[in-house]
């Protein structure tokens, strides 16, 4: 108890005395804007935050001109700057965020996810109907996209990082210019094969088709990476066992990069799971359940949204925001889990 | 056991030693091969078959096929041939995707900046958080947001544009029309390519050798000539392959510009007039109702598409990987 407990003093750090010019120039930014917001014609949200930043701006550098010199005054101008670059990142997304759950909220219910549109009609109220179709129509795709896509894209990132055959450096540069490709390209060229040249219809095949060609990309560059941060230790520690390099790859490589390959899945199911214009052009839309994934129309969640803001009265546009917020939902829990799996492999390093 | 050790057996060969791969590794190396060249197999057969499928359309239309303003299809009663060509659209790309690299890249690289040298550690996290979430939300959820959120509050920023900017001619209106325009659609463009550009930037940035800037702090730089000497240079070429990435992206998008925009077959200088084009909208704007012929138009188009980005995509990996292996 009667330790006499030195306290670090912290000598470096600015008394009062020395904040006094920042906390008067705080004060006198907001009373200038109050005042320019109250006195000019520069009304409104928008007046409001062009004061602001003028009179950020302005009081900032006069303190750091005449406290140093022209330099620290610019020093301080592009700091404002850069904290104004970041709120406009977050102002956009925080308002997304906001709105969806604002609008999609109301209809959310257990009901939704039970029941299909083939009994209800366009303007028949939130209450009748669902969008059960489009949620599996949604798993539908994003499940058969993962099973085309997965293979292919560990197969890339295992040429380009473990076998670097010939082309290892074009297969690489041609993948990073494929994650480029605008998503209706690939739907016209799903809809070029599978309608046009070999004569099928609309399913969720072909929409998966044109899906796998987005997210092939996302997973081999995001293995890729994962594959790369592999200790070359172990690759020479297997080789050196006897191991041919099958083995070594499929029993030391990969279980060692397994959490990092799951992560890649996941991230490309992310990238795709909201795709809406290939969709568009190849899973043809419908109202009513669809189980068969290889015949019939079929509908999905960024289809359902699509197709109920398209009909654009109030009823449908009210669905169009629950299916986004339902989207959305699906979103972020694969996003969730592609952070979980990532985090735990940074931990047990 | 002990009669094994009595009699010692013959020794086994010494093993033979060889870099001829085995079956199983040749089989293996067969098979990652095969894979790994199937990518580019896809990106060959995309190019292949819709070239295959608007081949039609190209050879008639020849060059005024990239030229051309007018969509019509043929009027048989009339004796109206189709004409098809894509120029407007393609402008009308060209002036979206370059309004979203001007809005959305400074910001980024502000972002991307506030990130590396001026946020406090506990914000960082978060913050990278959001720009990956930012990545991660579908184009058809920025659409609804744009045309029923952003849309009302942009077109009176347009109206303020050109009420005080009006004598340039880029801000003129002929007509009172400010919904759908391309300034909006470059807004919410904008804010799409915004995660992309400030990631990348943000990578650039955090391999700007440490030596360097505290080589500049030591001289005496505030923060900002520090970044310009030091931090600009180094990493320009990261920033302009990210900006051509964002520029690639916002080239290439869909359905969120169809909502926002208004598509008229004409070139037209005003980018706050309701009056835009986009070549990826206009695919799934006339693919409803497309006939044989229109289709291949539409293909061909989409060749076009596929072109242009995958050539901005070679640009600025290129520039990407360049700068990165700089350090």
Same mark, same amino acid.
């Given at each position: 108890?009667?330790t006499?407990?030195v306290k670090?003093?912290?000598p470096?750090?600015?008394?009062v005395?020395?904040l ?7 004060? =006198? ?7 320019i ?12 935050s062009?004061? @602001?930043i ?6 900032s ?5 005449l406290?140093?010199d ?13 904290y104004?670059?970041?709120a =406009?990142?977050?102002?956009? @997304? ?23 549109m083939s ?19 949604t798993?539908y795709?994003?499940?058969l ?5 997965t ?12 076998v ?8 690489? =540069?041609?993948?990073q210019?494929m ?5 209706i390209?690939?739907?016209l060229f799903?809809?070029?094969?599978w ?12 929409g ?5 060609i ?12 994962v594959l790369k ?7 020479e520690?297997?080789l ?11 029993m030391?490589?990969?279980p060692?990069?397994k959490?990092g @390959? ?6 490309g ?8 214009a290939?969709?568009?052009?190849t ?7 669809n ?11 960024? =289809?359902?949204?699509w ?13 169009a925001?629950?299916?986004?917020i339902? @989207?959305?939902?699906m979103?972020?829990i ?13 931990a047990?390093? | 056991?002990?009669?094994? +050790?009595d ?8 093993r ?5 791969p ?7 190396r ?34 005024r096929?990239?030229?051309g ?11 109206i041939?189709?004409t098809y ?14 309004l ?11 972002a ?5 040298y001026y946020?406090p550690?506990?914000?960082k ?8 979430v ?6 058809v959820?920025?659409g ?5 959120i952003?849309?009302?509050h942009?077109?009176?920023w ?10 340039i ?7 009172p029309?400010?919904s ?11 804010i799409?390519i915004i995660p ?9 940035? #955090?391999?700007?050798?440490?030596d360097?800037?505290q080589? #500049? ?5 505030t ?9 600009f240079?180094?990493g ?8 051509m ?12 510009v169809?909502?926002? +925009? ?10 706050? +007039?309701?009056?835009?084009?986009s ?6 704007n ?25 050539f901005?995509?070679f ?12 350090g």
């Amino acid at each position: 108890m009667s330790t006499l407990a030195v306290k670090p003093t912290k000598p470096w750090r600015p008394k009062v005395r020395n904040l006094a010019p920042e906390i008067f120039g705080a004060f =006198f930014t907001a009373f200038a804007t109050l005042a320019i917001v109250a006195i000019t014609p520069l009304k409104g949200r928008l007046g409001f935050s062009f004061a @602001l930043i003028a009179m950020a701006v302005f009081t900032s550098a006069t303190i750091s001109w005449l406290r140093r010199d022209r330099k620290a005054a610019l020093n301080s101008v592009s700091t404002v700057f850069v904290y104004v670059a970041a709120a =406009f990142v977050i102002i956009p @997304l925080s308002s997304l965020l906001f709105e969806i759950v604002r609008k999609g909220i109301g209809g959310l219910s257990w009901g939704i996810f039970t029941r299909d549109m083939s009994l209800a009609s366009a303007d028949s109220p939130l209450t009748e109907g669902g969008l059960l179709h489009a949620v599996v129509g949604t798993l539908y795709v994003v499940a058969l996209a993962t099973i085309i896509s997965t293979p292919i894209g560990f197969l890339a990132s295992l040429y380009i990082v473990e076998v670097k055959g010939r082309f290892a450096a074009l297969v690489r =540069f041609f993948v990073q210019a494929m994650s480029g490709i605008p998503s209706i390209v690939a739907g016209l060229f799903i809809y070029a094969v599978w309608m046009i040249g070999l004569g099928n219809s609309y399913n969720v095949m072909a929409g998966a088709g044109a899906l796998s060609i987005l997210m092939i990309p996302t997973v081999a560059r995001t293995s890729e990476e994962v594959l790369k941060l592999i200790p070359n230790d172990l690759r020479e520690a297997g080789l050196a066992l006897g191991a041919t390099q099958w083995r070594t790859i499929a029993m030391i490589i990969l279980p060692a990069a397994k959490s990092g @390959l799951v992560t890649s899945v996941i991230l490309g199911i992310a990238r795709v799971a909201g795709e809406t214009a290939p969709l568009l052009l190849t899973i043809g839309g419908a109202d009513a359940l669809n189980l068969n994934p290889f015949e019939g129309n079929s509908s999905a969640l960024p =289809f359902y949204v699509w197709k109920n803001y398209s009909l654009g009265n109030p009823e449908s546009i009210q669905r169009a925001w629950l299916g986004v917020i339902v @989207l959305m939902m699906m979103v972020f829990i694969f996003f969730s889990l592609a952070r979980y799996f990532g985090r735990t492999k940074g931990a047990r390093r | 056991m002990s009669s094994t +050790l009595d009699q010692p057996k013959t020794l086994p060969l010494p093993r033979e030693i060889t870099t001829v791969p085995r079956f199983s590794d040749r089989v293996f190396r067969g098979i990652v091969t095969t894979g790994g060249l199937s990518t580019l197999a896809i990106l060959a057969l995309i190019a292949f078959f819709l070239v295959f499928n608007g081949f039609e359309v190209m050879r008639s239309e020849g060059l005024r096929f990239l030229t051309g303003f007018d969509w019509m299809d043929a009027i048989p009663e009339e004796g109206i041939a189709a004409t098809y060509g894509i120029g407007a659209m393609l402008y009308g790309t060209l002036v979206i995707g370059i309004l979203a690299v001007i809005f959305g890249v400074p910001v980024a690289v502000g972002a991307a900046l506030f990130l590396s040298y001026y946020a406090p550690e506990w914000i960082k996290r978060p913050m990278v958080v959001v720009i990956d979430v930012m990545a991660a939300i579908p184009s058809v959820v920025f659409g609804l947001w744009g045309y029923f959120i952003l849309m009302p509050h942009a077109e009176y920023w347009a109206k303020l544009i050109h009420k005080y900017l009006g004598f340039i001619p880029i801000f003129d209106m002929p007509a009172p029309a400010y919904s759908r325009s391309p300034f909006i659609a470059g807004l919410v463009l904008a804010i799409m390519i915004i995660p992309i550009v400030a990631s990348i930037s943000r990578e650039v940035f #955090a391999q700007t050798p440490p030596d360097r800037i505290q080589a #500049a702090y030591a001289l005496g730089a505030t923060k900002w000539t520090m970044i310009k000497a030091v931090v600009f240079p180094y990493g320009i070429g990261g920033v302009i392959g990210g900006a051509m990435l964002g520029l690639g992206r916002a080239l290439g998008e869909t359905v969120a510009v169809y909502t926002v +925009l208004n598509l008229v077959y004409d070139i037209r200088i005003e980018i706050l +007039l309701s009056a835009g084009g986009s070549v990826a909208s206009m695919i799934v704007n006339k693919f409803g109702e497309a006939d044989a012929v229109e289709l291949q138009a539409l293909m061909a188009a989409g060749f076009v598409l596929f072109i242009v980005t995958l050539f901005v995509n070679f640009i600025a990996n290129i520039i990407i990987n360049r700068t990165a292996r700089k350090g």
